[in-house]
């Protein structure tokens, strides 16, 4: 049996009793907001390949610290904040479709870098 996590030792987060679940779920609403946009979106490829790799770090193991040694990219219970956020970002991006041409064409110089001055 693996050690009882007590605090994350980070203020106002508090330990959550089963990251591996919660991940999961997570993962797989991202995913599956991930599958309503074009395959082509650039947004949708990478966030996908990231989401991908983490869960497969979930189906490897069931211990929090491993995951969080594999995943390094902080404690688990970062790792659930950041992905609520990163499938609340899913969500407004199928509203905003940023793969879609824009309306009008855009300013010269507008996507230009570094902006030249005027």
């Given at each position: 049996m693996g050690l009882i996590k007590k605090t994350t030792g980070l203020m106002g987060l508090a330990v959550n009793p089963n990251p591996h679940h919660t991940l999961g779920a997570l993962y797989g609403k991202i995913l599956r907001t991930l599958q309503?946009?074009?395959e082509q979106s650039v947004y949708r490829k990478y966030t996908e390949q990231i989401v991908k790799e983490r869960a497969a770090v979930l189906?490897?193991?069931?211990?929090?610290y491993e995951i969080e040694n594999k995943i390094?990219?902080?404690?688990?219970?970062?790792?659930?904040?950041?992905?609520?956020?990163?499938?609340n970002l899913a969500r407004k991006m199928l509203n905003?479709?940023?793969?879609?041409?824009?309306?009008a064409k855009p300013p010269k110089g507008q996507w230009d870098w570094p902006p030249s001055k005027a």
């Open positions: 309503k946009m074009p189906q490897q193991t069931k211990d929090s390094n990219c902080g404690q688990a219970e970062e790792l659930i904040i950041q992905a609520e956020n990163e499938l905003w479709k940023p793969w879609e041409p824009l309306v």
